[in-house]
């Protein structure tokens, strides 16, 4: 028997492009309600009980992954992590057909993670879970975002005025794309500092300011984040060495200085020390890397609280 899925686009989060700044908010303040509480308490655990999480993750992942394991268990969930490697999707069965089958187990959440664009958003059409997107090739990351901006409300009180600056491989990088349309929206100025190969011309059209030299792109910001050099992604070399690299893009010391005083640095993770940012920077008191990490879980918890809010368990 056939099960027809409901399609109501607004009970997953696929991405943040034309998400409203007051739906932002709202996230951000029920997620920095979550960062407040004591995690370890037993107050929210009948937020999601009995329901069913499953972690479909086809790239690899540490902190995502892990987040919204730690984000479903805390608010009572059950939660799964599907084991792509040992799935029967290593015997031929085709996305969609493996969609269906967790349909039918009657899932409420499935976090997705996948390195073609798109896939989150194919298989919101064929489920009646929520989905949500943790990665899609070089499309979205939009809980990356979300904790982002919780880690910069956290620290600077706000977003609306500052002036950010996102580093690197932004070709390649869903998570710059989540961030822009991210702070646009709450008011932020984005600067987007990379060499030319890896910052197509797409991107003058997001409301940004470019910048192909790092000293003239952090002067005076308030926040700079730093991206992953994603060689994983990249069919020819885009940038002649690794050494090259860090000597034109890396942040150091002497560059963090031209940035407001106290701004803060941060990077998604996972970092390629001496690559992109120089170990002492990523470890210095002015890097909320770690800080970021822990509001991951917040924002998580936060996003599956929303999306299961008012949805009767079938
Ligand atoms: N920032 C991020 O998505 O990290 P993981 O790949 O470890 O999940």
């Given at each position: 028997m056939t099960h027809e899925p409901c399609r109501n686009a607004t009970r997953h989060l696929l991405g943040l492009e034309g998400i409203s700044s007051d739906k932002i908010t709202s996230l951000l303040d029920l997620a920095e309600y979550y960062a407040q509480m004591d995690c370890r308490t037993t107050s929210s655990r009948d937020v999601l009980r009995?329901?069913?999480l499953i972690n479909l993750f086809f790239e690899d992942s540490t902190r995502t992954?892990?987040?919204f394991e730690i984000a479903g268990k805390r608010l009572g969930a059950d939660v799964i992590n599907m084991s792509?490697?040992?799935s029967s999707i290593n015997k031929g069965e085709t996305l969609l057909d493996t969609a269906a089958t967790l349909n039918a187990m009657h899932t409420d959440l499935l976090v997705v993670r996948h390195s073609q664009s798109g896939v989150p958003t194919l298989l919101a059409k064929k489920v009646d879970a929520s989905v949500i997107n943790a990665g899609d090739g070089l499309h979205e990351?939009?809980?990356?975002?979300l904790l982002d901006g919780l880690t910069i409300r956290h620290y600077l009180g706000t977003l609306a005025g500052l002036t950010v600056a996102i580093c690197g491989d932004i070709a390649h990088s869903r998570v710059a794309r989540s961030n822009i349309y991210l702070l646009t929206t709450m008011g932020s100025h984005v600067r987007l500092i990379a060499p030319p190969t890896l910052l197509p011309n797409t991107f003058r059209q997001m409301g940004v300011d470019i910048y192909h030299h790092m000293d003239e792109g952090v002067k005076d910001v308030d926040v700079i984040m730093m991206l992953?050099?994603?060689?994983?992604?990249?069919s020819t070399g885009l940038v002649p060495s690794a050494r090259e690299y860090f000597r034109f893009f890396g942040l150091d010391h002497r560059r963090l200085n031209l940035a407001r005083k106290n701004a803060l640095v941060m990077h998604p993770g996972p970092m390629n020390r001496?690559?992109?940012i120089e170990s002492s920077v990523a470890d210095s008191d002015q890097s909320v890397i770690q800080k970021q990490v822990e509001m991951g879980v917040a924002v998580r918890?936060?996003?599956?609280?929303d999306l299961t809010r008012g949805?009767?368990?079938p």
């Open positions: 009995g329901r069913t992954r892990t987040s792509v490697p040992q990351h939009p809980t990356q975002a992953r050099l994603q060689r994983e992604r990249m001496g690559i992109e918890m936060a996003v599956l609280d949805k009767d368990i």
